[in-house]
């Protein structure tokens, strides 16, 4: 049987480069392994023209394809998950800030519709009782989805997010890190701070999976079972051992996570209403584990 040709974009992950570099192989697919830097640079032509058959994708550019009937299927491979309470700052020359002076401030985010902005949003309003409303939200970028309406105000063309920062033009930014001795991290010891907060909610942030469109799905649900069997035999070719796991894979290992961005997601008004964790997959991929 001649193998299946798939286009595909993955980070270069060390979980991931056990299969990237050949080290794993298949007698059904064949991957042409494409190139972008940055990753997230691939997922807008994933989701409006389905320009590859594999690719990495964002949990909250995933769900608001979906509201919106992208096809697309979700495989539960996590590619990227991180602590996120370190990507918040502000600058420190202009005066201490923490999130409950937010309110009534220009906050400074690459897109509304970014996963890393959506989780310090969630956490922001449901741990620090932070009114989103009531920020000033400045953007760079426009959403992966075309269909989403951003009403949000658009920094001025040239400008980039950590020199607004500076040069005060914007009080804080998220989905931002800097070594600007400057820019302070907005939650005061965001690593001991993070460590709470993932022992409190039991789950890990994820911000990266793995997508299929839906007409390799449909045609080859086999050839999808492999592209899993390869990431995880990946994943364990390259023996990872981290305690909490940032890189879960299965459905159920990710579905309180997945619970959480979603429920974020309907707070922030980036879908229009809760998805149960089973209908991000097909009925190849639910039962994934």
Partial sequence: MTKAHLRTVLGDYAHVKPLKDGRLGSDLV??????????????????????????????????????????LVLLPAVMLGRFQHASALYNGERGQLTPSDLAGKRVGIRSFTTTTGAWVRGILANDHGVDLNSIRWITFEDPHVAEYRDSTERAPAGKTIIQMLLDGEIDAALG??????????????????????????????????????????????????EVYRLLTESKATAGLRSAPDLVPFGVEANRKALETIIEYSVQQGLIPRRFSVDELFDDTTRDLN
Wanted: aromatic share 8%; net charge positive.
């Fill in 30 to 71: 064949d991957f042409e392994f494409i190139d972008y830097a940055p990753t997230n640079k691939a997922f807008k032509p994933m989701v409006r023209e389905q320009k590859f058959d594999v690719c990495e994708m964002a949990i909250v550019t995933y769900l608001m394809a979906k509201a919106h009937g992208k096809p």
């Fill in 176 to 225: 931002e890190t800097s070594t600007d001795p400057r820019l302070k991290p907005l939650f005061a010891d965001p690593v001991a701070e993070a460590q709470r907060w993932s022992q409190r909610h039991g789950i890990v942030p994820v911000n990266h999976l793995v997508v299929v469109t839906e007409a390799l799905a449909k045609s080859r649900p086999d050839i999808v079972r």
